[in-house]
Nanobody, 128 residues
Framework: QVQLVESGGGSVQSGGSLRLSCAAS????????MGWFRQAPGKEREGVAA???????RYAGSGNGRFTISQDNAKNTLYLQMDSLKHDDTAMYYC??????????????????????WGQGTQVTVSS
């Protein structure tokens, strides 16, 4: 059984930074990508960033240049460094695993239905 546990969320003022972590345990398919998604109240869940097994990364336009996704394979942990946070970044952030394989990563990285394992989420609140 695969388990993903997010941490690092919280409340921060606009312009601040947060680093989210996602600890993975169980049978994570190492040939598949991992990603971060978020869902704001009243909105659809959207892809934020993802990382493929070859280290390739992709970002949604809203976070490009401000967010950095990384992973520590030795610790089975995925990270999302978020800088210059804005009020619009307020959302529940979810870690996702067992996503698109390398050949389809560029096409599908932002599609939640292409990931089959999810964490419980961590809340990020940015005050303006």
């Amino acid at each position: 059984q695969v388990q993903l546990v997010e941490s690092g969320g919280g409340s921060v003022q606009s312009g601040g930074s947060l680093r989210l972590s996602c600890a993975a345990s169980g049978n994570i398919d190492s040939s598949r990508s991992m990603g971060w998604f978020r869902q704001a109240p009243g909105k659809e869940r959207e892809g934020v960033a993802a990382i493929a097994i070859d280290g390739r990364t992709r970002y949604a336009g809203s976070g490009n240049g401000r967010f950095t996704i990384s992973q520590d394979n030795a610790k089975n942990t995925l990270y999302l460094q978020m800088d210059s946070l804005k009020h619009d970044d307020t959302a529940m952030y979810y870690c996702a695993a067992n996503g698109p394989r390398l050949g389809l990563f560029d096409l599908w990285w932002f599609l939640q239905e292409k990931y089959n394992t999810w964490g419980q989420g961590t809340q990020v609140t940015v005050s303006s």
